[in-house]
């Protein structure tokens, strides 16, 4: 299928920004998505629909639960002997004191949802991957 360069940088803003970059533009949660022109479509393609299949270890989400029964989700931004930093997926860092931590664990999973094609069409999706093999960031409607 064809794609759009165009309307997948306007997919890329609506639905990938809010956790990824490209050429500067979008926030840092997950990957910078610059480098993923040098991949195979197919390639982009199958991390798209399965963002849980390849985790790079810095981008694996991981849980902590608090003896207050507070339930964190996100990256390991930072860890000290003295607590844990937590990027959750809306870009916020979490500081959490070891103290208060009844139980930290790795997710094994992706910070990334499954599901997203259930929220673009398969045009989007092709637009989107476009847009990634060729990104252009005058294109994008997100801030620097």
Known sequence: MTGDRQRGAKVFS???ATC???QGRGKRVGPDLTGAASRARETLLVDLLDP???VSPDF???VALTADGQTFTGVLAAESSSGITLREADGVERAIDRTSIEQFRPTGKSLMPDGLEQKIS???LADLIEFLQRPDRDLLEVPE
Do not use: L
């Open 122 to 124: 398969q045009q989007e």
């Open 60 to 62: 694996m989400a991981y």
């Open 52 to 54: 849980s299949r390849q």
């Open 14 to 16: 609506a639905q990938c």
């Open 20 to 22: 990824h970059a490209v």
